[in-house]
């Protein structure tokens, strides 16, 4: 079916019509409807427009609001202060399209007019090594974005540049293949809660083993240096050792990536050995182009606005002296692949915003270089996860957070919180019960605690306040959201009918409003890769709800009409919240 248009856009346009028919001259402008405290809807677009036609803002919002021919939307409009529109709408027109929304399994969510390829690259932990909190903010960002973009009816193309090359795995392989059974150690595994944890015990003993004989022995770091070009050349036992440790790994990743209920397919793990085939050739063509230049016998490419402490050019550098290749090589490689191979309109990069300056400049040389579109790629960046002290969330000893530990801990948390609940809710709950709605509590509670934060924040990871049944939490969401379940299994044969001819009180009118911008704001949301205007708009929402609910009996109602009609809000504020949390990878259990 068609998707019907918010109120707020049906409204705007018909001020956008009155004001072109009052003044063709200004046709074009924009009325700038907006909602406000004073009335449903406020338009202030008549004071820049008096201020360019030099007019009285006053006399031209008067010719406009006498322009405007009799409709179902607008129940009152006047002029206030120096020349607003204050709008009220009819109740019943609120009632009537929240009811063609709700025919929508969109809720009204447009598709986008001229949906394009996006490849995003989010998630990128390093082969052999452990995730961390520093992996959290990428992966629930990007995994977010995904579910924005696609909702939208984009073609999205997800991309994980694991690190999975480079001298490190020379180390690695060159100990195994002397210590042909390391990776098969399964007391390390013990007590391992899944695969993943398991393989992960594996490769921590190999990389520490690996390391201290590295560090302590030098004839097997010249060993392990030797493997690294059999490595880039493709050597058949060198590179079969290396897949053996690169599987294990992702066989770790899915486990972290199962426990943080985020889709990571195979396919999209696509790391940097990818590109290695063809560094070579992007070294001669930006050397051949004149891009990049040899300088103290690494091609670089310089920048006039970029320069060190002292003042002397700071570049990038594609190929070091040595003639081994960095991390912009690769990145320009999969450029290249990314817009030439996948056919991508946009390229965006979820990465920590302290690589700001060297995406920049991958960015740039890509585009001198014609690889890339001005504009087409995009970093998303964002900013550090903190602990309470202010500071780089680490554990008391110093060290990296472990993501599984700081996930592991949520749910442990958001349990209590849930037996809590389950003892004083309907009927008995099984202790297998409780942790199912504890993962989704305790994991929906992480990610909406980064999601909530504009991305480009540091944020301070509490998992005291995450966990909250208070304040802005997913756990706040999850329990409206089964507060209103709970109603429909004591509602017996009562069913949500919208009833557009009954009057509303004012809650209700604030609820049913809010709901009327649930499209618009996943539009914007999307197309502004901004995840956290969803979370605003569905904690607003849940608080509208929670005065409603207070306010306006459902079903207590003075009528069966009105209990019906409160029903469908009710119905329609479930919907949304429940597809609103999806959108940012949150789940919505029946009961808490």
């Known amino acids: 079916m068609a998707t019907v248009p918010s109120l707020a856009a049906t409204v705007h346009q018909r001020v956008s019509d009155a004001l072109s028919a009052a003044l063709p001259e200004a046709a074009s402008a924009d009325p700038l409807l907006r909602r406000s405290d004073r009335a449903d809807f406020q338009a202030n677009g008549m004071l820049a427009l008096a201020k ?233 063509d930006l050397e051949e182009s004149g891009v990049a230049v040899r300088s103290e016998g690494a091609l670089c490419v310089f920048f006039e606005d970029v320069k060190g402490p002292d003042g002397t050019p700071t570049p990038l550098i594609v190929q070091k002296s040595n003639g081994g290749f960095g991390y912009a090589a690769t990145d320009l490689a999969a450029i290249r692949n990314r817009v030439g191979e996948l056919k991508a309109d946009t390229l965006l990069y979820v ?26 790629a995009r970093q998303l960046p964002f900013g550090t996860v903190l602990g309470k002290d202010g500071k780089p969330f680490k554990t008391r000893e110093g060290e990296t957070v472990r993501l599984v530990d700081l996930l592991d801990e949520a749910v442990e948390r958001a349990a209590a919180v849930v037996r809590e609940k389950a003892a004083s809710g309907e009927g008995a709950v099984t202790e297998e019960e409780i942790q199912r709605r504890a993962k989704q509590v305790g994991i929906g509670a992480v990610k909406y605690a980064d999601l909530s934060n504009s991305m480009t924040r540091d944020y301070v990871f509490d998992l005291d306040r995450m966990v909250s049944l208070q304040g802005d939490t997913s756990v706040y969401l999850q329990y409206a959201y089964a507060r209103v379940r709970s109603i429909f299994r004591k509602a017996g044969e009562l069913k949500p009918v919208p009833h557009p001819e009954l009057e509303l009180a004012p809650a209700e009118r604030a609820l049913a409003l809010h709901l009327d911008a649930f499209a618009d704001t996943v539009v914007t949301a999307a197309d502004e890769y901004e995840p956290h205007k969803v979370t605003a708009y569905l904690y607003e929402l849940a608080t509208l709800y929670s005065r409603f609910f207070e306010n306006c009996p459902v079903l207590k109602a003075d009528t069966e009409e009105q209990t019906e009609n409160r029903l469908f809000l009710c119905d329609l504020t479930a919907e949304v919240l429940h597809q609103g949390l999806a959108l940012l990878g949150i789940r919505t259990p029946e009961r808490l």
């Open 52 to 284: 360019q036609l030099k007019g009285n803002p006053r006399e031209l919002a008067t010719k406009v609001t006498e322009a405007l021919p009799a409709n179902d939307e607008i129940a009152d409009i006047e002029v206030s202060g120096p020349g607003f529109l204050n709008i009220t709408v009819a109740d019943k027109a609120i009632v009537a399209n929240l009811a063609a929304r709700r025919q929508d399994e969109r809720l009204g969510v447009p598709y986008k007019d001229n949906p394009g390829t996006t490849v995003i690259d989010y998630s990128q932990p390093n082969v052999a090594k452990e995730m961390h909190v520093g992996h959290l903010r990428s992966t629930v960002i990007g995994d977010a974005i995904v579910h924005l973009l696609e909702h939208r009816g984009e073609k999205v193309i997800r991309r994980h540049h694991i690190g999975d090359w480079g001298t490190n795995f020379g180390m690695l392989i060159q100990y195994l293949i002397e210590h042909p059974h390391e990776l098969d150690h399964e007391s390390d595994a013990a007590g391992a809660k899944d695969a993943g944890e398991a393989a992960m015990a594996r490769l921590n003993r190999l990389y520490k083993s690996s390391r201290a004989l590295f560090d302590s022995d030098e004839a097997f770091k010249s060993r392990a240096r030797d493997r690294v070009p059999a490595l880039q050349s493709g050597d058949p036992e060198t590179l079969a050792l290396w897949h053996k440790i690169v599987d294990e790994s992702k066989t770790y990743f899915q486990g972290v990536y199962d426990e943080l209920d985020v889709e990571i397919r195979d396919a999209d793990i696509v790391g940097e050995s990818a590109y290695n085939d063809d560094l070579q050739q992007v070294v001669k």
């Open 351 to 376: 990465v920590d915003a302290r690589q700001s300056l060297h995406f920049r400049m991958v960015f740039e040389t890509a585009q001198r270089a014609g690889w890339l579109p001005e504009g087409a």
